[in-house]
């Protein structure tokens, strides 16, 4: 325990110059005026910038709250620095992946045979495996 | 709504829903009406400058009357909200994309679809949000992705439904726990609202806007309901063979109960409808098309039936019945 720690100094009457949680949570966004409090009760915010003021406290709640998988969860526990975010950006260009595409023409290829379309559903089919060969 | 197309007998159909919101105006609860006003102004004007919507319609949600909006928000699976002003959605003729200023976001774009039409639609979106984005700079952090008004929407702002109609999965337990206990992957999550349990249709939906890729949300999607839909198709073959005079007796009645009610309430309808289905693809009625039932499905819910169908009748239970009476006309028994 150092000499300056705030527990200790709280123990010997000498107060803290840490904000207890209380006043940690009337911290409140310049921007909007939404307070910690305010996002801690109903999981929102008022502006982007609140994002960058309550940063710390909105990285605990996804890691307490069920707003992310718990493998996620994991992996932002052991590594703090661990990227929340896994999708695209503003303006990025991202191709459909294969795996979902394929679930997509093989529904297609069940309605071609249903509707007795021989000609489309053999389209399809060739349409399946080049994505198979090129998946491969 | 889900009558474009080909419909596929299980797979109704999905609904794409992503949020944006400008980086230049507070989240619009905290946003005044005329910010609102002018953010929506703005956003029309892309909208509609994009070409992205066949013949486009601007909605200003104060100036609807409170039965036009509960048909928008029934329409789109949106949430009721008290507050209107500087509100408003651009509409595509077709009811299949909005473009929505609610009470949470700047920026709501949702898409009904279907199976065949996800991967254009979901590139439309794209499109469209990219155009968006161009004019009106997105609020985005490396850290949060995406950033919304509520919490656990941010990330990707992604959130996807799919619905399936599934009435012998319905009717057995072990498959349903096998399925939704066992197999449902953690990323996803079965919604069972009253309305969609009484037509069997199960909504199955992104559970997590964050730490997935827009890609791993939707592959995770498609793949369990293909899952699904091979599962319901081996109980429909089973229950035809096995169960042939059950079904044949629940189909008769379906089918008395639309054609001779005198009042029908949404879930009765919707149950009987949801039977009519079933017979209809495996090939015991005739006289309808999938199409037609699926569309009867979801325009029965009462913001549909009071603004499509105007009637004197002041019970729209009666009317409900009224209007199966005449959409049903067509059908045969073929047993």
Sequence with gaps: MCEGCPYLNERLGKGSDIPSFSEKENVCCVEC?????????????????????????????????????????????????????????????????????????NNALSLAIRDENYEQAASIRDEINNLMNSNE | MFNEAKAEPIWLGFRIELRRNSSYYPFPKKATPLQREQLF????????????FQSPLKLEFEALSPQERSFIYEHYYLEQN???AGLGAIVDTEGTKA????????????????????????NQMLLLEKNIGE??????????????????????????????????????????????????PKDLSISLTDENSCSHILCVETKHAMGF?????????????????????????????????ALQDTLGRAYGLLKHSHKLDPNEARQALSSIKLGLNLGL?????????????????????SLNHPTSSSDIDKARAEYLHKSINSISLNF
């Design chain 2, 82 to 84: 008290e507050e209107t």
């Design chain 1, 33 to 105: 005026g939404t307070s910690l409090a305010e996002v801690l009760e109903t999981s929102e915010v008022g502006c982007s910038s609140c994002y960058q003021v309550f940063q710390d406290s909105i990285r605990s709640l996804f890691q307490s709250k069920p707003f992310i998988n718990e493998e996620k969860a994991r992996l932002l526990t052991a590594n703090p620095a661990h990227p929340l975010h896994g999708g695209r950006k503003p303006a990025e260009e991202v191709e459909a992946s294969i795996s979902s595409r394929i679930v997509e023409l």
């Design chain 2, 135 to 184: 004019h009106l700079p997105f609020a985005f952090s490396q850290q949060f992705g995406f950033l919304t008004a509520q919490l656990p929407a941010c990330g990707t702002g992604l959130s996807l439904v799919s619905y399936l109609h599934v009435p012998l999965i319905f009717r057995n337990d072990e498959v349903q726990k096998q399925l939704f206990e066992k197999e449902l």
């Design chain 2, 41 to 52: 102004g703005v956003l029309s004007d892309i909208v509609y400058q994009s070409n992205s």
């Design chain 2, 213 to 245: 890729s827009e890609d791993q949300m939707i592959t995770s999607l498609m793949t369990f309901c293909s899952k699904i839909k091979a599962e319901e198709e081996r109980l429909r073959s089973l229950f035809q063979t096995n169960e042939l005079d």
């Design chain 2, 99 to 122: 473009c929505i200023i609610n009470n949470t976001d700047h920026v709501q774009l949702v898409s009904i679809t279907n199976l065949l039409q996800f991967h254009s639609d979901w």
């Design chain 2, 285 to 305: 009625i005739s006289g309808i098309t999938d199409e037609q039932i699926n569309t009867l499905i979801f325009t029965v819910r009462r913001a549909h039936l």
